[in-house]
């Protein structure tokens, strides 16, 4: 149980840490890389030797997952999470916990997939694609265009695709009895969805109680935190084939050209161009040669990345050893965490508190990997009743109902506070 326990806070705290640090770039390409950096951790920490030959595979199927959400708006939510009185503040809490199960959904469903591939049981990815998409399509057609139920307005409304694409998600693991997965899409949802509820909580708080400290890295910690919680643990708990399929040679191959290559080189162009930083750095004494020295930077870190992803594939035809998984890891962490410094301006001599935080939490996520022993229960559950999942979401509801009628008694009218209610 101890060691179970101290993997699960491993990926917890990766997963934070990189949702923390994708605040800094946002949309479906800061949290694909964030998604990226928990797929590596559970593999790493699984210390399963047929999940190391698809590491790549694992890191993609959580960047995607876990970046597809990326698409939804969150930031009205946010605000009626704010308000002083009950029903917006319920409503911004309970709508951030749909927004957050939507990520966990995605992203747990897709790398449980991942991991339940088996020489016996290929998964069809291209029928489960094509399902998520019509699922996708019909659920905004259906929810937003036919039903007009509006979320966010004026915001645009995705969530209504992230949520078909789940629900098609959710029955192509049942309907195949994929139930190991299915575990983890669930769980995934649960934490995931009460950690944005309770991050906006913390958020709202922090800001009541006038805090000096960035209250929305808060929310973003916990979203990550609890969301790997509930990834970390249900794989951890469930049962999966003995030996798993290694990912054939072009899906490695693509894999590690997404992760490694393409969602670094998306967020160097759109997060660490020069243009950008010179406007979002706005450094008073040197703007130029500030801005310079940050995409200068930034690139070399990411061609770093690309390189050490594509080396490490081509030495894998000797397979994979712990030794590389750390690496891929660690590299793919730590340069998330430099780019981000560079990006809020560390080369204007800025370093924000909560940025020292990313460090410290990296030194702690190693130094528990170097003890951590094999995670795996004794006792896996092959099961998953219905009724019992009920019962956890009743449960988180009442919770998030508790904590907006907390809320809304320890502030007046907050800044960034919306209405979606006329009270």
Known sequence: MKNQLISILIVAMTLATAWAIRGQFGHEQGAAWAGGIGGLALVLVSKRKDWYSKIYSVAMASAVGWGAGGMM???????????????????????????????????????????????????????????????????YYLFVVQLEWLMTPPREETWSVCLGAGLALLWHMARNNYTSPLRVS??????????????????????????????????EYSIGFFGGIGMAYSVFSSVWPEETAPSEGWESKIAMLLVFVGIPFINLIDSMGYNTLLERIKDPVNPETTAMLSTLFSTLIVFSVA?????????????????????????????????????????????????????????????????????????????????????YLTGIVVIIMFLA????????????AHERFGI
């Open 73 to 139: 708006s969150y930031g009205m939510v946010v605000g009626y999470g704010r308000s002083s009185n009950f029903p917006n503040a319920f409503y911004g809490l309970l709508m951030l916990f749909v927004i957050g199960g939507l990520y966990g959904i995605l992203g747990g469903g897709l790398v449980g997939l991942t991991l339940e591939s088996s020489k016996e049981r290929k998964i069809n990815w291209g029928a489960l694609l094509a399902e998520m998409i019509a699922g996708g399509v019909l659920g």
């Open 307 to 391: 390189a050490i992803g594509v080396y490490k594939y081509l030495k894998s035809k000797t397979g994979f050893a712990r030794k590389d998984i750390q690496v891929l890891f660690i590299t793919y962490l730590a340069a998330y965490i430099l780019v981000s410094y560079i990006v809020v301006g560390v080369f204007a001599g800025r370093f924000p508190s909560n940025h020292q935080l990313y460090v410290v939490n990296l030194v702690v996520i190693l130094w528990l990997a170097a003890k951590q022993l094999t995670p795996f229960s004794g006792t896996p559950v092959a099961v998953m009743p219905m009724n019992k999942w009920l019962l």
């Open 186 to 219: 669930v769980y995934s949802a649960l934490g995931a969805g009460f950690g944005f509820a309770f991050g906006n909580f913390l958020q709202t708080l922090g800001a009541s109680l006038e805090i000096p400290f960035n209250t929305w890295n808060i929310m």
């Open 405 to 416: 009628f907390v809320s809304v008694n320890t502030h007046g009218v907050l800044g960034g």
